[in-house]
């Protein structure tokens, strides 16, 4: 697919292989096409998929997708005050890879 949008502009994709496709963008250092990707996803973010869109934001540094899931989790759900502070001894944080982002295509 990423040869597809370098070569033709434009790729198709399921909605669940965007976060995939994004990151691969990230690491194979092609921007454009990381902006287009990472537009897709903030075009297609619903209260289903908005966290995980944020996450994905948040691991890979980017800013158009945080704020977009950001304003839509900050609509659609009362998160309060966002302070965790330090974790418990016990506590670990992993990041892990992303979950597919459910969305509407069509």
């Not at 434009?10 to 690491?27: D, K, M, Y």
Request: with cysteine; net charge negative.
């Amino acid at each position: 697919a990423l040869l597809e949008l370098v070569y033709h502009g434009e790729c198709s994709v399921r909605c669940g292989g965007l976060p995939a496709l994004l990151i691969t963008a990230a690491r194979l250092q092609m921007p454009t096409a990381q902006r287009a990707v990472e537009g897709a996803i903030a075009s297609r973010l619903t209260a289903a998929n908005v966290l995980d869109a944020w996450e994905l934001a948040e691991q890979h540094n980017l800013p158009a997708l945080r704020e977009a899931a950001e304003a839509l989790g900050r609509e659609t759900f009362d998160f309060g005050p966002l302070d965790f502070g330090p974790l418990d001894s016990h506590e670990t944080m992993h990041p892990g890879y992303p979950r597919d982002i459910p969305c509407k295509c069509g």
